[in-house]
């Protein structure tokens, strides 16, 4: 079993910036992937961001350029840093990891609201 933990959500201003976190433990396992996804009230959940094993990235559309992927292997940690917020930016969010078992972790998420 794996266990995800995000942090550092909060109310910002649009054009601000915050950094999201997201702690690993558990069983040994290997990871195939982790990302980052969101969900707006009312709206399916929906991909941010996406890092492999080892270094490629995938973002949506709507951060790339204003968004960064990162992780910490030996921490087993990973980060998105979101800046140029924008209202519509406003979900929660969550972390994800697939081991290269195919076994699927979801962390509990953590509320990221953008206004003014």
């Known amino acids: 079993q794996v266990q995800l933990v995000e942090s550092g959500g909060g109310l910002v201003q649009p054009g601000g910036s915050l950094r999201l976190s997201c702690a690993a433990s558990?069983?040994?396992?290997?990871?195939?992937?982790r990302g980052w996804y969101r969900q707006a009230p009312g709206k399916q959940r929906e991909l941010v961001a996406t890092?492999?094993?080892?270094?490629?990235?995938n973002y949506a559309d709507s951060v790339k350029g204003r968004f960064t992927i990162s992780r910490d292997n030996a921490k087993n940690m990973m980060y998105l840093q979101m800046n140029s917020l924008k209202p519509e930016d406003t979900a929660v969010y969550y972390c994800?990891?697939?081991?290269?078992?195919?076994?699927?972790?979801w962390g509990q998420g953590t509320q990221v609201t953008v206004s003014s």
């Open positions: 558990g069983s040994r396992f290997s990871i195939y992937v």
């Open positions: 994800r990891l697939v081991t290269h078992d195919g076994e699927d972790y």
């Open positions: 890092i492999t094993s080892g270094t490629y990235t």
